[in-house]
């Protein structure tokens, strides 16, 4: 098998319009065959997934779980583009996953994109200056910055944390094989959660721990 470079990524990107490492994963497992590599990534419904997450999506369903008793409480839009989508049992069942990861991860985002520039370069400043004070090179502790970076996103941006159910599969790849099933563009437009007593200084309680327990037992 020959080297799978970064063109031929690209190129099987613009043909097809699926995402990056899915594109270098069918590369890899046809050999680098561009022709094998299509077909991989449309039996696999991505690339039709990748496109139609272009396409507007205006109908779905706001969610809402409540946990505890009514210790933490969330409420999450998820969108889709039509209205037969948004009341059929896999989106639904979607919306309600989604729902309970947000209360038991607590993300602060939906995506990175939607994190301030100002916090992502406050952040990148502390760790610099960590990774300094441990002792590390210049060139080593800006790598170190860059991968503590990434995970702050994986941390804070709900769409790239691991999927509760699946610890395996990230939000973004659950969201991506339900468009491939549903046939349509699905987009987590925005959440909410609200926790009790949060910003009152009171002993603390594990709530998302407890979610998480619940989850296991779903």
Avoid: W
């Avoid at 050999?31 to 507007?56: C, H, P, Q, T, Y």
């Avoid at 059929?88 to 991860?105: C, G, I, N, P, Y």
């Avoid at 520039?117 to 090179?137: C, F, S, T, Y």
């Amino acid at each position: 098998m020959g080297m799978i470079t970064a063109e031929m990524v690209k190129d099987l990107r613009e043909r097809t319009g699926a995402g990056m490492m899915d594109c270098k994963k069918a590369l890899t497992e046809t050999g680098g065959d561009m022709d094998k590599a299509i077909d991989f990534l449309r039996e696999k419904g991505l690339a039709a997934a990748a496109k139609r997450a272009g396409r507007v999506a205006a109908e779905g369903v706001v969610e809402a779980y409540i946990h505890g008793g009514g210790r933490i409480g969330v409420m999450l839009e998820l969108n889709c583009e039509t209205d037969f989508v948004a009341k059929t049992e896999d989106f639904r069942t979607l919306a309600k996953d989604l729902a309970m990861q947000v209360a038991a991860s607590n993300p602060a985002y939906v995506r990175r994109e939607e994190v301030p520039a100002e916090i992502i370069d406050h952040e990148r400043e502390v760790l610099k200056a960590q990774a300094m004070n441990e002792g590390k090179p210049a060139n080593i502790a800006e790598k170190m910055v860059e991968g503590r970076i990434e995970k702050y996103y994986k941390e804070n941006c709900l769409m790239e944390q691991p999927f509760i159910k699946d610890p395996d599969t990230t939000v973004t790849q659950l969201i991506t094989a339900k468009i491939a099933k549903i046939g349509e563009n699905i987009s987590v437009r925005r959440f909410v959660r609200y926790q009790l007593g949060e910003g009152i200084e009171k002993k603390s309680a594990d709530f998302a721990a407890e979610v998480m327990a619940t989850v296991k037992n779903c």
